[in-house]
């Protein structure tokens, strides 16, 4: 069974910091590359930052230097340090595999959690 959940989102004023949280299903976890996309409303998902199994990460120019992110094997997690937040980074964001999961011929998403920053 395919499981990604997302919390930890949440409004903040520009300059806060949030840690988003993702539960992964364990088979899944455990063989890939995991990401984190940001969706601002109507438009295509954006790759924010990658981790490998072997936590080697990369991240989106635009937010290097202000995130970070981790993962937690025994807790089958991946994690979104977000700090300087700035309202440029407002958007639902979700977890997933580079690349997407694919179900039934479809990509597979998460419901997502909203990151809101503003004053």
């Known amino acids: 069974q395919v499981q990604l959940v997302e919390s930890g989102g949440h409004l903040v004023p520009p300059g806060g910091s949030l840690r988003l949280s993702c539960i992964v299903s364990?088979?899944?976890?455990?063989?890939?590359?995991m990401a984190w996309y940001r969706q601002v409303s109507g438009e295509a998902r954006d790759l924010v930052a990658q981790?490998?199994?072997?936590?080697?990460?990369k991240y989106a120019d635009a937010v290097t230097g202000r995130f970070t992110t981790s993962r937690d094997r025994a807790k089958n997690s991946v994690f979104l340090q977000m700090n300087s937040l700035k309202t440029e980074d407002t958007g639902v964001y979700y977890c997933n595999t580079i690349p997407v999961m694919i179900t039934n011929s479809r990509a597979y998403w998460g419901h997502g959690t909203q990151v809101t920053v503003s004053s």
């Open positions: 364990e088979n899944i976890f455990r063989t890939n590359t």
């Open positions: 981790i490998t199994t072997g936590s080697i990460t």
